[in-house]
């Protein structure tokens, strides 16, 4: 079954530094990948995914991730954190073996200090 | 469009208590899904509707039943609510694809007493 593991469980950073969130994958198969962001009291909102057709995915509000075979993993960066990205953020690979449902990690919480 | 809408947005039950959460999209999605997000552990997947009249459980199905009415709608409900349930309950729905996005609703918070 595919899985998906994100190390750390909240991370911290100062307003302009690098966002690095970490996700690995655990996959038989070729995984399709995403990642979603979740601000409070909110639904999920996706930022990117991974189909295969790049290894480096561009998403929304600057953040970007590269897909590595060789490491098992999709981490999400930001080159200059914003306050306004504060959010938990999720990473999740597609199950082919329940109608296309997500199987989530447990999520990092993104702390942006001033 | 609205997406996917979600009712109520706050619930509380006693233990015991019956509940069926509603769930409605107008995307034409084939696919719908509901989820339930617990602190620390995720989302994970309760039931799902790959197309209209089915419907197939997930990971965490125990005290849970669902309807796909329709294309449109995704009902989820709770027989006799249990203090386990406490949970925040997503929807989701999609074309129905393996690189396709889910699209999400923004939830039904639900305490049980």
């Known amino acids: 079954a595919q899985s998906v593991t994100q190390l750390g469980s909240h991370v911290s950073v100062s307003e302009g530094a690098l966002v690095l969130l970490r996700c690995n994958y655990s996959?038989?198969?070729?995984?399709?990948l995403f990642w979603y962001v979740q601000y409070p009291n909110q639904g999920l909102q996706l930022l990117l995914k991974?189909?295969?057709?790049?290894?480096l995915v561009k998403g929304i509000n600057g953040f970007e991730a590269e897909f590595k075979k060789s490491e098992t993993s999709f981490h999400l960066t930001k080159p200059s954190a914003h306050m306004s990205d504060a959010a938990e953020y999720f990473c999740?690979?597609?199950?082919?073996?329940?109608?296309?449902?997500?199987?989530f990690g447990k999520g990092t919480s993104l702390l942006v200090t001033p | 469009n609205a997406g996917v809408t979600q009712t109520p947005k706050f619930q509380v039950l006693k233990t015991g208590q019956s509940m069926t959460l509603q769930c409605a999209q107008d995307?034409?999605?084939?696919?719908m899904y509901w989820y339930r997000q617990d602190p620390g552990m995720g989302l994970r997947l309760i039931y799902y509707s790959a197309s209209e009249g089915t419907t197939d459980k997930g990971e965490v199905p125990n005290g849970y039943n669902v309807s796909r009415l329709n294309k449109r709608e995704f009902s989820l409900r709770l027989e006799s609510a249990a203090p386990s349930q406490t949970s925040v309950y997503f929807c989701a729905s999609m074309t129905g694809g393996l690189t396709d996005t889910q699209y999400f609703g923004p939830g039904t918070r639900l305490t049980v007493l």
């Open positions: 999740a690979v597609s199950a082919s073996n329940s109608g296309y449902a997500l199987n």
């Open positions: 991974y189909t295969s057709a790049a290894t």
């Open positions: 995307m034409n999605h084939n696919s």
């Open positions: 996959s038989s198969v070729p995984p399709y």
